[in-house]
């Protein structure tokens, strides 16, 4: 009788392709002058890792592949005038907006079980553990002890100083705390998905547990509100969903008490210097939505749409043009904070209606189809990071879909894991598809 033949792991190409960007941040915090070109360097693992997927994603689903060679597309013809008026900015920007678009075929590759996921989330998690002990130096006696690696690059400041607000912003091994908390925001969507799966080892679950909370701990400390507000997004999750009224177990119960007295050190006792905030908390809660929306939002979009509604060209609005020190627009940089004044910008009405349409038929797609087996409650949380993430890069911060970040490949890959989780269930009996879902 032969045997049954044994599986290759394929798993650590998805973990090695989402680290990337970390030990891209961890060359430049190191090399001369840390120059920005080092964290295109993601773009050549991405690459030979599409090359290693592309003939073993041969049951790749159409309803991914559609939107992403669309939005593909309208990104190529908006390149052609790019390419006309600064050639360099336009193969810059055409590579590092299309490149991360290979993720999920990259990710539908790698995940060939529920195990396969649930040791990327692990993997990719790590990074919040080790930053934690950093983060919490720093929320104590602030992040001047830390080494120069663990904090800001030094072209980075908030008004000439690394703190914001007089607190002290962690950025670890990234360049910034907007890099840091886009990273451990998505660090704590793929723990708190993993926490829902089925089959969990007891002992897994727990490190997902810290994972997770440590993700929220090191969001407060990175001083970036919207991705804290992306993270509780994260953790209501949980209450949606087959199994939205789930049973908490004692031991989740202990880990968010434990949590929360921790939070309440740092609010209470954290270094807090020169500013008109009496806490952290404070300074969270300090932010006014509506004059955000109006202020920020509204008014950057209709900048831009009595502007140029038809687009410019590719990388237009772009952090490309910031790195290679090209001058587009004589007010790009006051008018263009949010995504959606981005997109517009550059790609126009076409761009700024049709990634958010595109975006939003990718998730319905997946959840539909997730719908009554195993993963439902899976994929049903990293359909909410899509949709959390996208709604901050839309509304707010532009630099969340616009870099080649832990965050960035992890919100691209997210359609080619679901669609791997969802085909797998799918092709298992019926009768193994009744669960009644892992206790929390």
């Known amino acids: 009788m032969a045997s049954a033949p044994i599986r290759q792991r394929t ?11 970390a030990a891209a941040a961890i060359i430049r915090k190191l090399w001369p002058d840390q120059p920005v070109f080092i964290e295109s360097l993601p773009i050549f693992v991405i ?28 990104q190529g013809i908006y390149t052609i005038p790019a390419l006309m008026e600064h050639p360099v900015l336009g193969v810059a920007s055409f590579t590092v907006r299309t490149v991360p678009l290979l993720m ?54 908030f008004a000439g100083s690394e703190r914001r607000a007089g607190l002290p912003a962690l950025s670890f091994i990234f360049s910034t705390p907007a890099v840091l908390s886009t990273t451990v925001g998505a660090n704590a969507f793929l723990a708190i998905a993993a926490i829902r799966s089925p089959d969990l080892p007891a002992t897994w679950r727990r490190l997902f547990w810290i994972i997770a909370i440590g993700a929220l701990l090191l969001l407060f400390l990175s001083t970036r509100r919207g991705m804290l507000l992306v993270g509780a997004i994260g953790f209501l999750s949980l209450l949606w969903g087959s199994q939205g009224k789930s049973r908490f177990s004692g031991k989740t119960i202990v880990y968010i008490f434990l949590a929360a007295i921790v939070f309440f050190l740092i609010n209470s006792l954290g270094a807090i210097d020169e500013t008109f905030h009496s806490s952290r908390l404070d300074f969270v809660t300090s932010i006014n939505l509506w004059s955000r929306f109006n202020d920020i939002f509204l008014e950057f979009w209709l900048f831009w749409f009595w502007e140029s509604p038809f687009g410019n060209y590719l990388g237009f609005a772009g952090p490309e043009a910031n790195a290679l020190g090209i001058r587009t627009h004589e007010a790009i940089t006051g008018n263009v904070e949010v995504g959606a004044a981005q997109l517009l910008a550059e790609m126009g009405l076409l761009g700024t209606f049709g990634l958010p349409l595109i975006v939003a038929a990718m998730g319905r797609s997946l959840y539909s189809r997730a719908r009554g087996t195993n993963v439902q409650d899976t994929v049903l949380t990293l359909v909410v990071f899509m949709a959390a993430l996208f709604a901050l890069y839309y509304l707010k911060e532009i630099s969340i879909l616009a870099g080649l970040w832990v965050g960035t490949l992890t919100f691209w890959a997210t359609p080619g894991v679901c669609a791997a989780l969802i085909l797998q269930e799918r092709q298992k009996p019926v009768a193994t598809n009744e669960s009644r879902g892992p206790l929390l």
């Not at 798993?11 to 960007?21: F, I, N, R, T």
């Open 11 to 21: 798993w650590p190409v998805l973990a090695l392709v989402l680290l990337s960007p």
């Open 47 to 74: 690459l030979f890792a599409f090359l290693w997927a592309l003939p073993r994603a041969r049951d790749f689903p159409s309803y991914i592949a559609l939107p992403i060679a669309i939005w593909f597309g309208i």
């Open 104 to 157: 999920p075929i990259i990710a539908f590759a790698a995940i060939q079980s529920m195990r396969d996921y649930q040791s990327v989330a692990l993997t990719v998690g790590i990074i919040t553990l080790l930053a934690l002990p950093a983060g919490l130096v720093a929320a104590f006696w602030g992040d001047d002890g830390l080494p120069f690696w663990l904090r800001s690059i030094d072209s980075f400041s």
